[in-house]
Structures are given as C-alpha cells and as structure tokens.
C-alpha cells in the first residue's frame, strides 16, 4: 500500500473508531458498486449494512459509459496497537463516453492518462486494472505511475469489451464477435455456438459461470438478453439487458424493459430488486 493510501486509511479509521458502536459495526469488508443511470451519471455503493448508492457524477458534466467496481477494506481497531484500518483499495474506474477514464479516489472520479478514446474499463484489485483503448487494444493501469500503459492486443481483432475475473484473468469480446481468453501467456479464442445469428454485447465472469450479453436473431426478449456459456452453447439465463458479478459473487443485472437493478446473492434463489436504485433507469452495473 502507498503511504498516502496507509494515511488515507489511518485518517477514515480513527474517524470511524471515534464514533458510536452502531456506526463502526456498519462498516465491513465489502465490494464497490458503480452504476450508470440512463442519463450517465455514475451511482458508487459499499456493500455494508448502509448498502447507500451515492451520486457521483463525472466532472465537467461527461456522460459515463462503462464502470468497474473494486473492494473497500476494513478493520475495526481493539487496541492502541491495533488501531483498525477502512479504505478504498483504488480499483474502481469508469470510462465516459467521449473516451476519457477515470478513478474512484478521495470520493470523487480524478482523471487518468494513458488510454484514450476508451469504450470499457475491468478490474480485479489494483493490480488487475485494463482499459479498452480506441484502437481496440488494452492498457494496463500502473498503479504507481498512476497511468494506463502497454499495449495488448489480439492478432487482427479489435477489442470491444472485457472482464477481469478472479485472480486477473482477462476474458475479451472482439469486434468480429469472437470470445477470447488470455491465459497469461496468449489469447486464447472460446467456443461461442452462433454463428451470425448473434452479436456479442457485454460479458461478465463470476461465481464459475461466463454471462454473455448478446442479441440473438429472432429472440422475442428485446434488443439483448443475458445467457450463460455451456460447452460453446448459448443458454438463457434471462430477459436482462446488463449483468456483472462482484468480487463475493453477488450477481446484478439490469431488467431488459423497465431497466431496474436487480441483485441475487450467493443461497438466493430468486433476484431482488434493489429499491434504492428502483427511481431510476439504470443503463449499465460494474461490480
């Protein structure tokens, strides 16, 4: 950790340590949400007991189009020497939609240099963080330059869309409408059984399942819908126009007519609907 994150995380302890027990135990360990609503401003949520979506809009008014969420880290203090720590862990972006990214820091988006007319944003940790550049490859976010750099890139495809899922690993949808896998060495091209009967839209990878976003010729569930991948095939997991999985495997989707944000946990067998964000229509969920 940086020393200016160690006094961030000492300065947001002693504050949190120094007020009533009710407050402290709302704090946990939790991932960061980031949602869009359709007019792209950006909505960040700590998965606690608050669970409160803040605004948060990107300066200078852009409209944001991709996000990805990270992870806020807490500790509750026993002990003068044990004095407890909470902070961001710095893992969560957004891209606007004229191409610029940007971080989630001191509770606000900063810009970051590096990757420019960017379409998408993913991260696992701060080590795992890529940007889709322009030119349909991806940069590597540095975090102690605090700048995207690199340059990686599939042999003669263009990147639309990523997901970093557990431990970094990099799943991509290209342009041609290909599914690729880096498996740290080379990318490797997945098994997707549509031929041209379908456009790939979005992915997410959590809880041991790949979640397409696709449109599907002659699908009667809208413009796209989310299905699951099973040995190359397409299965139908439902009339969502937006899915992701966070870091403790809970999943949100965004409805496909009325889009409201829904979220199932791990032991749920049906999706809830989250009320805090049912006044506004949601347009895309980074987790």
């Excluded at 990107?58 to 990270?70: D, M, T, V, W």
């Amino acid at each position: 950790m940086k020393i200016k994150h160690i006094a961030q995380a000492l300065i947001i302890a002693s504050t949190t340590l120094s007020s009533t027990g009710v407050l402290a135990e709302g704090y946990t360990n939790s991932p960061v949400r980031v949602a869009i609503d359709h007019q792209g401003i950006l909505y960040v949520q700590k998965d606690d007991s608050f669970g409160v979506w803040h605004r948060q809009a990107l300066p200078y008014g852009q409209k944001a189009l991709a996000a990805s969420g990270g992870y806020f880290h807490y500790h509750f203090g026993t002990s003068p020497e044990d004095p407890g720590y909470a902070y961001y862990e710095g893992a969560t972006f957004s891209v606007s939609e004229s191409g610029n990214a940007f971080r989630y820091k001191d509770n606000n988006w900063q810009p970051v240099t590096g990757c420019w007319g960017a379409t998408d944003v993913s991260s696992f940790t701060v080590a795992h963080v890529y940007c889709v550049n322009g030119d349909g490859t991806l940069k590597k976010f540095n975090d102690a330059t605090e700048n995207f750099e690199g340059n990686y890139r599939i042999d003669n495809e263009v990147i639309t869309k990523i997901d970093v899922a557990l431990g970094g690993v990099i799943w991509a949808i290209t342009e041609s409408d290909k599914l690729y896998k880096f498996n740290g060495i080379r990318w490797e091209q997945q098994s997707v059984a549509c031929a041209k009967l379908c456009t790939l839209k979005d992915i997410a990878v959590g809880s041991g399942q790949v979640y397409l976003v696709a449109s599907v010729y002659g699908s009667n569930d809208g413009p796209q819908s989310v299905y699951t991948l099973n040995d190359g095939e397409l299965v139908k997991f439902g009339a969502f126009y937006n899915i992701d999985v966070d870091r403790e495997g809970v999943i949100w989707a965004i409805s496909n007519y009325t889009r409201t944000l829904f979220y199932k946990r791990p032991g749920m067998s049906e999706f809830a609907e989250d009320t805090q964000m049912s006044q506004r229509v949601s347009s895309n969920i980074g987790g």
